[in-house]
């Protein structure tokens, strides 16, 4: 247990409906990061945050996604009109803002999406 | 970041040494080497990581040739618990909070 835990840890879901993950980081992370994982592929960069402001986006998280961390702490991830092609595992990672820790990630154990 | 080329996969017998390679030939002067690893449906876990010299932990240790452009990472006595996904990652240490970018990592199966 790395300490990052994520809500749900599957979710079948319809075409076509809203979804939402919630993880919860390392208390004292500052950072947060949000990947998607398919089948056979290494984890892909979704988005990050840097306490609450959201600092950068893949072009992967099209505008179906939408993420937010309000409060610096824990952060959700909706998926709206859900596709086929969304199924995937949504991992969630944070790291300390330390540069004597150099950005190492600590991730949660994710939250598999079916979309049938 | 720099781009990194891993076998797909590795067998490994249990109680053996795993040694894993990568290569990094286009690695840059500030760029470290990480390593990760996934064991089937779990999140990736930090392992290891160095600049030039080799370095050791608890659960592995890292071999960084000369040039930096290759790096072996070493299960010194292999378990049926190491198998999994293991991914070299390349890139620079800073402050900045920028993602990790994965490949397609070897796939180390421990055989007893």
């Known amino acids: ?116 | 970041d720099a781009k990194t080329t891993q076998p797909p996969s590795m067998d490994c017998a249990e109680g053996r040494a795993a040694n894993l390679p990568c290569n990094h030939s286009t690695i840059s002067g500030n760029e470290y080497v990480y390593w990760y690893r996934q064991i089937h449906s779990q999140g990736p876990q930090y392992i290891i990581h160095g600049l030039k010299n080799n370095e050791t932990n608890e659960m592995a240790s890292l071999i960084i040739t000369e040039d930096r452009k290759s790096s072996t990472l070493i299960l010194p006595h292999a378990t049926l618990r190491d198998t999994a996904v293991y991914y070299c990652i390349v890139r620079v240490w800073d402050n900045a909070g920028n993602m990790l970018t994965f490949g397609g990592g070897t796939r180390l199966m421990v055989k007893p």
Not at chain 1, 22 to 28: G, L
Not at chain 1, 41 to 61: D, H, I, V
Not at chain 1, 64 to 69: G, I, K, N
Not at chain 1, 78 to 97: F, H, K, N, V
């Open chain 1, 1 to 116: 247990d790395t300490g990052v835990s994520q809500d749900p840890r599957h979710k079948i879901t319809k075409r076509g409906q809203n979804v939402t993950f919630r993880c919860d980081p390392i208390s004292e992370h500052n950072r947060l990061y949000w990947y998607r994982q398919t089948l056979g592929q290494g984890p892909e960069f979704l988005t990050y945050f840097q306490n609450e402001a959201q600092l950068e986006k893949s072009r992967l998280l099209s505008d179906r996604f939408s993420a937010e961390r309000p409060k610096g702490s824990f952060s959700t991830l909706e998926i709206q009109r859900t596709e086929q092609g969304d199924s995937a595992m949504y991992l969630c990672a944070s790291s300390p803002d330390s540069h004597l820790i150099g950005n190492i990630q600590y991730f949660g154990a994710g939250t598999r999406l079916s979309v049938l």
